[in-house]
């Protein structure tokens, strides 16, 4: 089993849909979680960090479930710039490992 | 706000000649990540360092891959001999502590 892992997708939705995604881990001993977002042909970008009661923020809302070992990540009302490739990322003590991204397409 | 700079952003080469990827991380950071990302790989983590001494060496692929961090502000990725399946996007990325890690724009390789 890989240590995170993520549905491809890609998720197609439109303007002003709600979509969320999952991350899974293996690790029960991660520490830290957090989203990327990786546009076409540049670098991950820190999204959000992700913890443990859960934290919003504007249309963006990242939850932690330490139980099942998994962290998700829900975006409302999308906009077409919202159209990106979403990692998420853990760390035990050592640095982030990543998982392969959920790559979303928002249509007018 | 000078974040992380590598250096160069595209390289196109043959294969057996040598590669040089260059970083300087954010200033202040400790710790410097080198990530090789493919299609049907995603992100790896090559190698990393903490206050300039490589702490994980166990992604680089083989013995042609290797990393130097002679000061705070500047590491090297090199490859010798470069192979056609060296080709990805490589980026460098740092922190400071636990914090998240901030990443450069990257380095497109491809070997001929």
Not at chain 1, 39 to 63: H, I, W
Not at chain 2, 5 to 21: A, D, K, N
Not at chain 2, 48 to 76: C, H, L, Q, W
Request: proline share 6%; net charge neutral.
């Amino acid at each position: 089993r890989k240590e995170v892992e993520q549905d491809p997708g890609p998720f197609n939705v439109p303007e002003g849909a709600t979509v969320a995604f999952n991350c899974t881990y293996s690790n029960s001993a991660s520490q830290s979680f957090f989203w990327y977002r990786q546009d076409c042909r540049k670098e991950p970008k820190l999204l959000m960090s992700v913890y443990s009661s859960g934290n919003e923020d504007g249309r963006f809302t990242a939850q932690l479930n330490r139980a099942s070992q998994y962290i998700s990540l829900l975006i409302r009302d999308s906009k077409l710039s919202d159209s990106a490739t979403y990692l998420c990322a853990v760390k035990r003590d050592t640095p982030l490992v990543f998982g392969k991204g959920t790559r979303l397409s928002v249509i007018a | 706000d000078a974040g992380v700079i590598q250096s160069p952003r595209h390289e196109v080469t043959e294969m057996g000649q040598e590669v040089t990827l260059r970083c300087k991380p954010i200033s202040g950071h400790n710790s410097l990540f080198w990530y090789r990302q493919t299609m049907m790989r995603g992100l790896e983590l090559l190698i990393y360092f903490n206050n300039n001494v490589p702490i994980d060496d166990s992604g680089m692929p083989e013995d042609r891959f290797s990393a130097k961090m002679p000061n705070a502000s500047f590491s090297t990725l090199k490859i010798q001999p470069s192979e056609p399946r060296d080709s990805a996007v490589y980026f460098c990325a740092s922190s400071l502590r636990d914090q998240p890690q901030h990443f450069g724009d990257g380095t497109r390789l491809s070997i001929l």
